[in-house]
C-alpha cells in the first residue's frame, strides 16, 4: 500500500507489489521507459530520503515520521564554529535536508512540521526551554546512520530491462576505489607526517554551548492529545520535551537562511592592454537556491542545428557570454528569472552593444538604414580585400549609384560575403564613411617634458581638436605605450584604424626583427613623431624601420603646432572607404577569392588575396582575447581560476602570445559546468539526476527513434541541460563523515567546476574537473587537533576519487615524489631561485611565498608543479595540479584542424557537454538577444545552400541519441546493498547496449 502511494503523481508508471518485489512499467519506447521505470524504482531505496518520507506520509503513523527525522537525518551545526543561531537558520531547506541527509536544528524541526501537514496531523513549530549542556551536546552530532543502496526491483524487472535496454549485466560499470577508505587514510598520514612545526597548530575550535532558550521543537494533535516532538536528545520519549516538568514552550522566530549568496563572474583580457581585465558576464544567487543545482557558463554562437553542421569552426567570431540556471526540479521561467546574459563579443575582444537605438561595435556606432529600399540604388561596387595575420581579414566596400556617388546608409544585411565559396561570418567594423586614427604616444621617463604627463595630454588633445574640425565622424583611441616601439607598432597593425601616429623619442627597447615588421605592412600606415627632432643613428633607425615597414613616414615634432597642421594635411588625402568588414578565413595556404553581393545577390564584386604572414604559438598577441577569468565568490571565499589563455598574475612577466588566443578561442567552443552541493546527494539522488538529464532529451530522442526528423529537429531546438554525469561520483557526500566521536561536514557550499576545452587546431582535447575551496570542511571532536587531523583524513576521500577517475591528478603525479612544505621551501636557495627567474617564476613566487592560511607540501626536487595545499585551522585537504585545477584532467586525442565542422567537434566531447550548446535556461532570453544581435549588430544573413540537410540532420541527431546513452561509469565509497545483484549491474542497464532502431 506505501509503496503505491510513492507511485503516486507518475501516471506513466504503473506500479504493482509481490512477494517478490516491485514491479514497474511504463509507457513509451526503451530507453526512455526503462529510464522513467528506474527513475521510479530508485525512490524506493533506503538512501531515498524523499520516498522514505512520502512512504512515511502515507502510513501517517506520527512516531515513525518522529523517528525518521531524528535517528534518520543528521544534524549539522548552522556554522563552521559554533551553534549561534540554531533556534531560526536553514541552510539548504527541507529539499537540502532530503538531498543530503544533514539538517540543523531548526531545518529537522520544519521537516517533521511538514511531513505532519503532509499527512493532516495539525502541528505546529516552537521553541521548547531546555536545559542542555555543552558536554551533553556531543552526542546529538556523533549519531552514524546505515543508509543503504537497496532499491526494490524484482530478478523479472532487471531482466526485462536487460531485453529492452540491449544490455546485459556487468559487473564492471560501478567500482569503490578505496574500499574501506584505506587509501585516504594512508595520503592522509603520509602528509601529516610532512607538516612542520605541528606544535604551533592552532586548530579552530568549537563552541557546543545549547541555546536553551530557542531548541526547536514541534507540538502536534495525536488522537485529542497534545504532545511534542524533541528532535535531538535519543533518551526522550516520543511524545515529550526534554523538560517537561521546568520547561515550557514559546513562539518562535521565523525561520530564516543566512544572506549567503554565490557570485560567478566571467572577466577578459586582451593583447591590446593585457594589464586591463574587463567583465563579459556576472550573476549572482542565493546559496540555498543555487543548492543542488548547475549554473553552466557558455558563449552561445547563435547557429541553429543546420547551420552548426555546415559552418566551419574558424568562421565563428561572436559570441554571447551566458550564466544559466539550471535545475531539473526547476520550470523555464523559474529559471530564466535566475540566468544571466553579457553583451556578445568578438575573438578581438570587442563589446558589440545592442541596447540602446543604434548599435555599438567597440567605439564603432552603425548608422541606422534610412531608406529600406536603398540597396536597389546600387549600380555598382568596389571590394578590396586586405588580409592581416592568417585568419585575419578586413574588406573595403565601396556601393555605388548609377551616377558614380558613393551610397551611405546601408545595413550589413543588405551584403553577404563569401571566401571560396563559403559562406563567412562577416562583421560590420563600420557603415559610414568614419576615419578611424589611433594616437600612440610613449610614456618613458627619457620622454621630453613637452611631450610628458600634461604637456602630452594637451599635444594630443590639440591634434584631435584639429582633426575633429574638419573630419567631425572621426573615431580617435588612444594608446600609452612604453619603449617596446616595435611590439606597440606590430600590435596597432593588427587593428582596423586608417592611420596610426606614433610620438616617440625613439629611445627603443625591442630588437629589430625583419620577419616581425613584416606584419606591419598589412595594417595601416603610420606617421612616426620624433618628439626631439634627434638625428641620432640609433634614433633615425628606429624611426626609419617604423615608418618604412608601415607606409608611413617620419615627421620632426619639435614644433607642436606644425605638427599638427603636417597631420592634418596627411590625413586629409586619406581614402576611406563607407563599409569595412572583417572576418575569419579558413585555409592559411589557399589562394582566396572574396565575394561580396548585394541586394540578394543582384551585384557582385571580388577581390583576390593571400596571406602573406602565418602566426605561430609564439607570436605576440594584439588585438586578440588573450585570457579568460572565472571569478567564484561564496561568502568570504573568493576563487578565482584562468579558465584559458594568458595567466595576468602567474604569467605576468611575459607578454601573452598567440598560442594564448588559441587557447581562449577553444574555451570560447567549449563549456563550463559549475555544480554547487550541500554534503552532497545520497547514492539514489545522484543516480536519479542522472536520469533526469537523460529523460530531459525524451522530447526529440523518441522523434529521432521513430525516424521522425521533422519533430526532432524542432524539439531540439527548445534547448536542453547541460550535464556531466561524472557529477554523482565526484560530488558524492564525504564517507563515514559521522562517527560515534565525530562529525565532518560542510561548512560551505561545495562548489565544482567542469570544464570541456575541445582542441581545435590542437592534438587533444581536454576535460578537468575542481572542486574550489568554498565547501570549508570542519570536524567537531572532543580534540581540535584530532579535528584537524579527521578533515583531513575525510577530505583526502576526494583526492582517490580524482586519482581513480582522472587520467592526471595531484595524487597522480606527486604519488612517487618526496614532499616540502611551502614554509620550507620559502628559506631554501633551491625555491628561492625558482621564484626569482626563470618562466615560472610567477607561480612559484605567489604559490611558496605568498601566505594564504595554508600548508602546501610540493616536489622537493620542483620536477612537477602540483601541491597539496591543507588549510591550517581546519585541516581540510585539496590537490591543485599547475594550472590550478583543483581536481584531475583527461585528455581526449584528437586531431581537429580549422576545417572540422561544429559538429566533428561536438561529436568527440558530447558526453562531457551535454546534448546542446544552448542550457534550457536562458533560451527564451536569449532568442531575444539573437534578433537584435544579428538583425542590428552583425547584420549579415547568410543564405546557405540547403542541399542534402535532412540526412546531415538525421546523422546528427542520430548520434546525439547515442552519446545521451553512453556507458555510466560510476565510483562510490559508500555502503551498497545486495538484493538486486549489486550496483555494478543496475549501472550497466542505465547504459544499456543500444538504441531500438539505431545503430550506436
Known sequence: MGLLGLAAGMPSVLWSCSAGGLKVKSDG???????????????????????????????????????????????????????????????????????????????????????????????????????????????????????????????????????????????SEATNPDPGLTESRQLAEKLWEKLPNKDKIRPQ????????????????EWEGVTKYAHLFDPEVSFGSLRNMSGGGISTPEAAEYPNEKVSISLSYCDGISPENEKVLVQGEWLVHELAGNQVV????????????????????????????????????????????????????????????????????????????????????????????????????????NAFGEIIEGLSAADFSVSDNEIPVQAIVESNQRTPRLLILYDTSLSMPAAYSGGN?????????????????????????????????????????????????????????????????????????????????????????????ATNGIVIDA??????????????????????????????????????????????????????????????????????????????????????????????????????????????????????????????????????????????????????????????????????????????????????????TFAAGPRISVVKTWPGIDRDYSKYSFDYLPTANYTTLATNPLEAFKITLEKTAQ?????????????????????????????????????????????FWYEKIYRQDGSFKLFDQSASERAFWKIDERTGELFGLLPDMTGGGTSHIQAQLDELSRVMNMYSLIFGALGVGSLPVGIVATYGLTLVRLYAIATEAIIIMDNTGMDEKIAAALQQLACNVKKEINMATLGPVGSVISGLDNLISLMGGGGIPGMQC
Open 29 to 171: 519506447i526503451p530507453p526512455y521507459s526503462v529510464w522513467d521505470e528506474m527513475l521510479t524504482a530508485l525512490q524506493t531505496s533506503p538512501d531515498h530520503l524523499e520516498g522514505r518520507m512520502n512512504l512515511l506520509i502515507q502510513d501517517g503513523n506520527p512516531e515513525n515520521m518522529f523517528r525518521f527525522v531524528r535517528d534518520e537525518i543528521y544534524l549539522m551545526p548552522p556554522s563552521g564554529n559554533s551553534l549561534k543561531g540554531l533556534g531560526k537558520t536553514m541552510r539548504y531547506g527541507i529539499r537540502g535536508v532530503l538531498r543530503n541527509g544533514f539538517a540543523t536544528p531548526r531545518e529537522k524541526a520544519e521537516l517533521l512540521n511538514s511531513m505532519f501537514a503532509r499527512a493532516n496531523i495539525t502541528s505546529s513549530v516552537v521553541y521548547e526551554r531546555t536545559d542542555i549542556q555543552p558536554d551533553e551536546v556531543h552526542s546529538f552530532f556523533y549519531r552514524p546512520v546505515d543508509r543503504k543502496f537497496e532499491p526494490v526491483i524484482d530478478k523479472k524487472t532487471l531482466n526485462r530491462w536487460s531485453i529492452e535496454m540491449g544490455a546485459e549485466e556487468s559487473a
Open 205 to 220: 575550535s568549537f563552541d557546543f554551548r545549547w541555546d536553551n532558550y530557542r531548541t526547536p521543537a514541534v507540538k502536534f
Open 297 to 400: 557558463l557558455s558563449f552561445l554562437h547563435g547557429l541553429d542545428l543546420v547551420r552548426q553542421i555546415t559552418t566551419p569552426v574558424g568562421h565563428l567570431r561572436i559570441f554571447t557570454p551566458a550564466l544559466s540556471f539550471q535545475s531539473f526540479e526547476a520550470d523555464r521561467p523559474y529559471m530564466e528569472a535566475r540566468s544571466f546574459l553579457g553583451d556578445p563579443f568578438t575573438l578581438e575582444g570587442k563589446i558589440i552593444d545592442v541596447s540602446g537605438e543604434k548599435a555599438a561595435i567597440g567605439n564603432s556606432t552603425l548608422l541606422s538604414k534610412p531608406d529600406e529600399y536603398l540597396q536597389k540604388e546600387i549600380h555598382l561596387m568596389e571590394v578590396k580585400a586586405i588580409p592581416g595575420s592568417y585568419p585575419e581579414v578586413n574588406l573595403q566596400v565601396t556601393p555605388r
Open 456 to 548: 602630452m595630454t594637451a599635444f594630443v588633445e590639440t591634434l584631435q581638436n584639429a582633426i575633429l574640425d574638419k573630419f567631425p565622424e572621426t573615431r580617435i583611441t588612444r594608446w600609452e605605450t612604453n619603449s617596446d616601439l616595435y611590439t606597440w607598432l606590430i600590435k596597432a597593425s593588427h587593428t582596423g584604424n586608417d592611420l596610426v601616429i606614433f610620438a616617440t623619442d625613439g629611445d627603443n627597447s625591442d630588437a629589430y626583427d625583419p620577419a616581425r615588421m613584416e606584419e606591419l605592412k598589412f595594417g595601416p600606415p603610420a606617421l612616426v613623431l620624433n618628439v626631439n627632432n634627434s638625428t641620432a643613428r640609433h634614433h633615425l633607425a628606429s624611426f626609419e624601420n617604423m615608418a618604412r
Open 558 to 743: 619639435k614644433d607642436q603646432l606644425e605638427t599638427v597642421v603636417t597631420i592634418s594635411g596627411y590625413f586629409e588625402k586619406l581614402e576611406i572607404a563607407p563599409y569595412v568588414f572583417s572576418y575569419r578565413a579558413t585555409g592559411r595556404e589557399l589562394n582566396h577569392r572574396v565575394s561580396v553581393t548585394a541586394d540578394n545577390q543582384r551585384v557582385e564584386a571580388a577581390d583576390n588575396y593571400t596571406f602573406s604572414l602565418i602566426p605561430d604559438d609564439d607570436t605576440i598577441a594584439g588585438e586578440q582575447i588573450v585570457g579568460l577569468y572565472l571569478n567564484v565568490k561564496a561568502g568570504n571565499m573568493a576563487v578565482r581560476r584562468v579558465l584559458s589563455g594568458w595567466d595576468n598574475i602567474g604569467s605576468r612577466n611575459r607578454n601573452p602570445t598567440y598560442a594564448d588566443f588559441k587557447d581562449v578561442q577553444n574555451m570560447l567552443m567549449g563549456n563550463i559546468l559549475i555544480s554547487v552541493e550541500g554534503e552532497g546527494p545520497t547514492l539514489s539522488e545522484a543516480l536519479s539526476d542522472i536520469l533526469k538529464y537523460r529523460l530531459s532529451t525524451r522530447k526529440w530522442g523518441e522523434a529521432v527513434i521513430q525516424n521522425e526528423l521533422k519533430e526532432a529537429v524542432a524539439a531540439h531546438q527548445e534547448g536542453g541541460f547541460v550535464y556531466d554525469e561524472n557529477l554523482a561520483s565526484l560530488m558524492q557526500p564525504l564517507q563515514s563523515a559521522v562517527t560515534s566521536e565525530s562529525l
Open 798 to 842: 576526494l583526492a582517490i576519487l580524482e586519482y581513480r577517475i582522472f587520467d592526471t591528478s595531484t595524487l597522480s603525479v606527486l604519488a612517487q615524489k618526496s614532499m616540502i612544505s611551502s614554509r620550507e621551501a620559502s628559506t631554501s636557495e633551491w625555491f628561492r631561485q625558482l621564484y626569482r627567474e626563470g618562466p615560472d617564476a610567477g
